[in-house]
């Protein structure tokens, strides 16, 4: 299998449903599971650049179109963009809303090439 993040994310990411199919190469995983990728991806030192919204149903995985991105400061440095791009990471699936019990968040990591 070829490596898509790293072999430590993709490890946590491909808990998830593949997007493969959709020609995406990443996974989409359940509101508690995104969240807790999250706090690990942080915990290896990465930043999330953002995140997409999908719809799992009876015909399998479909684009919602619904998205957030995280870009950092100018001047901010590492931690602080780590720290300040999950947060909003969180916030958005968080908030996103609880009705649809089928959606899933797709997490884009920030991994630089020497990780």
């Known amino acids: 299998m070829e490596t898509i993040w790293s072999d430590r994310i993709d490890a946590i990411l491909s808990k998830g449903h593949p997007l493969q199919c959709l020609g995406i190469n990443n996974w989409a995983l359940e509101r508690?599971?995104?969240l807790a990728a999250i706090n690990v991806i942080v915990e290896?030192?990465?930043?999330?650049?953002?995140?997409?919204?999908?719809?799992?149903?009876?015909?399998?995985?479909?684009?919602?179109?619904?998205?957030?991105?995280?870009e950092?400061?100018?001047?901010?440095?590492?931690?602080?963009?780590?720290?300040?791009?999950?947060?909003?990471?969180?916030?958005?699936?968080?908030l996103y809303p609880r009705d649809e019990k089928s959606t899933l968040f797709a997490i884009v990591p920030l991994v630089k090439s020497n990780s």
């Open 32 to 34: 508690e599971s995104a």
């Open 44 to 70: 290896l030192g990465h930043a999330i650049l953002g995140g997409d919204v999908f719809q799992l149903n009876d015909c399998g995985v479909l684009v919602s179109r619904n998205s957030w991105f995280c």
């Open 72 to 94: 950092p400061h100018d001047g901010e440095n590492d931690k602080a963009f780590v720290i300040r791009s999950s947060k909003k990471a969180k916030a958005f699936i968080e």
